[in-house]
């Protein structure tokens, strides 16, 4: 095998070994976060509208946490105790529990608005803080998400709580929200990243070519003046 061609098998090889690499720290990281926050479920993207509590739109920037999820926050979610729960509503925690009806949906976010101990099970009773009445007006019994979501008055089980959230970083899970409802932004960001490791793959080839032309037209200069000396 020629110097040529071990320097671009070694390139390929160093390629590879980085991509790989790039996509192990991502999956170790995200493991890593599963295990120190303690929930399956660490970061989520805000889906709907339903903590938004101010009636002009909510300002993922300048709102207080306290008061809002702003559709597009990316939500950093900590597993959590059930008897650690807040229920101390309008200051209680907002929590990450999977719907009782459906437990297969995409999980709701919303505010812990009362809670309830029945047979060794915590129970919480839950709300949008935008959905009437907004948060913190009182409330009663007959706006919980029981009432108003799945129709049966009891609070969410223990066991279907993912946890509790304890961070959001405002507006960037819009970009992956964009996505999900427009397949075409899906198509472009695979074939963009499809280039990039193409490009990653060839441009060394591309620039192995070069520097062996230019190799090789030193060596015939150099024979040239060579002659013209002799």
């Known amino acids: 095998m020629t110097d040529h061609k071990k320097s671009l098998q070694n390139t390929y090889v160093r390629t590879a070994l980085g991509i790989a690499l790039v996509i192990a720290i991502v999956l170790v990281f995200f493991f890593c976060l599963e295990l120190a926050l303690g929930t399956a479920v660490p970061v989520r993207v805000i889906e709907s509208g339903s903590m938004c509590t101010d009636p002009a ?41 999977q719907n009782p009806q459906n437990p297969t949906a995409t999980p709701i976010v919303h505010r812990v608005v009362a809670e309830y101990y029945i047979n060794d099970t915590w129970y919480f009773q839950t709300k949008g803080d935008g959905n009437a009445p907004i948060w913190p007006a009182p409330i009663d019994a007959s706006y919980y998400d029981s ?80 002659e013209f000396i002799k």
């Open 147 to 226: 009432h108003q979501i799945w129709f049966t008055g009891q609070g969410v089980p223990q066991d279907l709580v993912l946890g509790r959230v304890v961070m959001r970083i405002p507006y960037f899970g819009s970009i992956i929200l964009f996505m999900q409802e427009n397949n075409w932004a899906l198509s472009i960001v695979i074939v963009l990243i499809a280039a990039l490791v193409l490009i990653a793959f060839f441009l060394p080839v591309i620039r192995a070519k070069r520097n062996r032309k230019k190799l090789e037209g030193q060596k015939e200069a150099k024979t040239a003046i060579d």
């Open 57 to 97: 739109g909510c300002n993922g920037w300048t709102d207080a946490f306290e008061q809002t999820l702003h559709r597009g926050d990316i939500i950093i979610i900590q597993g959590v105790q059930p008897q650690e729960i807040n229920a101390n509503y309008p200051n209680s925690d907002i929590i990450v529990y």
